[in-house]
């Protein structure tokens, strides 16, 4: 998923010769199929499956959140935050093609395909024409037949923003704080600003291990049981919150508690046995950003050729309908990576 270009999941510590950093590449390959699963229902759930919804909810808890933590402990590692002034322009720019290009592309893209589909099959999340569809996509972006893409906008505002609050003197922790402060502001979801400010903070904590992993990183490691007996009660928490309507905590601190302290007990796991000797994550890392592009068409095809088949999205069809998205919502990206973008250099360069 994520950005490998310019600010890669694999890349160097912060001083000293790059090498790869696996623990990022396989919390990435491990994290995009949470992205998968989240996108296996558009909208709603068929009557009588009970059990998606809670397990969803559990994991939007956290998935993103800890998607634009790696995010921001890549954008120290790169270097990034340490490019001055005269290098903004450039930087600027390099981020825009990496980030903004594939976010209106994809968009445009997705905007399309279901205005098409829907002369012929169903479609969740219909676009209202293409007027309506173009305005939801890039402005009102609480209705966008694209939301999927938000991330891409969001990394890029929060770079530029850590850049800038970096130069004007505010520190990691300082920008930490910040994206606390910002959970209280009622942003209008416009152009993604909302989920930009209610993102801000696991990206600042991004920044805030990075820049303090020789300690940070040890302390994952040496205490994995007690991170995730924490890590756990918090779901337990939000989920209780959530199932009884309780309104102790709500979505957003719900993901604040979640998204925070899901940190260490991921980060940590991808460093131990036994996750750090599989394998099978650091493939789906390497192909996450096309993944992630291309997933919800992947599903919504899958989907609509399921339907068009006579198999019903119902309670007895759901286990097919979810084993066929998960499925292809991974392998289509992944063969369209392959057979496809790799023979261009630059949607390559751009889903890489």
């Known amino acids: 998923m994520p950005d490998q270009g310019a600010a890669p999941f694999a890349v160097s510590p912060a001083a000293g010769a790059k090498e790869r950093r ?25 009557q009588g499956v009970e059990w998606y919804e809670p397990l969803r909810y559990a994991v939007y808890r956290f998935h993103m959140p800890f998607f634009l933590y790696l995010s921001g402990t890549v954008v120290v590692l790169s270097g990034l935050l340490a490019v001055p002034p005269g290098g903004w322009p450039a930087l600027l720019r390099k981020r825009a093609i990496r980030l903004l290009v594939p976010f209106f592309g994809i968009g445009l893209l997705i905007l399309a395909a279901k205005l098409v589909a829907l002369q012929l099959v169903f479609v969740d999340n219909p676009p209202e024409g293409l007027a309506g569809g173009l305005r939801d996509l890039f402005w009102t972006t609480d209705s966008s037949p694209a939301s999927s893409v938000w991330y891409l906008l969001v990394l890029f505002l929060s770079t530029v923003a850590a850049v800038v609050l970096r130069r004007l003197g505010l520190g990691a922790t300082g920008m930490v704080l910040l994206g606390l402060a910002l959970q209280f502001a009622e942003v209008p979801p416009i152009a993604y600003l909302d989920r930009f400010a209610s993102h801000f903070v696991y990206f600042a904590a991004g920044l805030w291990v990075a820049e303090r992993q020789d300690r940070a990183l040890p302390l994952f490691e040496a205490h994995p049981l007690a991170w995730w007996l924490i890590f756990g009660a918090a779901l337990a928490l939000a989920e209780a919150d959530w199932l009884t309507d309780a309104g102790w905590l709500g979505e957003r601190w719900s993901m604040v508690l979640c998204g925070l302290l899901c940190i260490p007990a991921l980060h940590g796991a991808m460093r131990l046995p036994p996750v750090c000797r599989w394998q099978w ?14 997933n919800t068409l992947a599903i919504g ?19 097919l309908h979810a084993a066929a998205a998960m499925a292809a919502g991974v392998a289509l990206p992944v063969l369209l990576k392959i057979l496809v973008l790799r023979r261009n250099r630059t949607l390559d360069r751009l889903t890489d």
């Open 301 to 319: 095809g899958t989907k609509a050729v399921l339907i068009a088949a006579g198999i019903g999205w119902t309670q007895d069809w759901f286990p």
């Open 281 to 294: 994550p650091l493939v789906l890392g390497s192909y996450a950003m096309a993944i992630y592009l291309f």
């Open 22 to 46: 696996l623990d990022l590449d396989r919390a990435r390959g491990i994290t995009i199929l949470l992205v998968v699963f989240g996108h296996v229902v558009a909208q709603t759930v068929p």
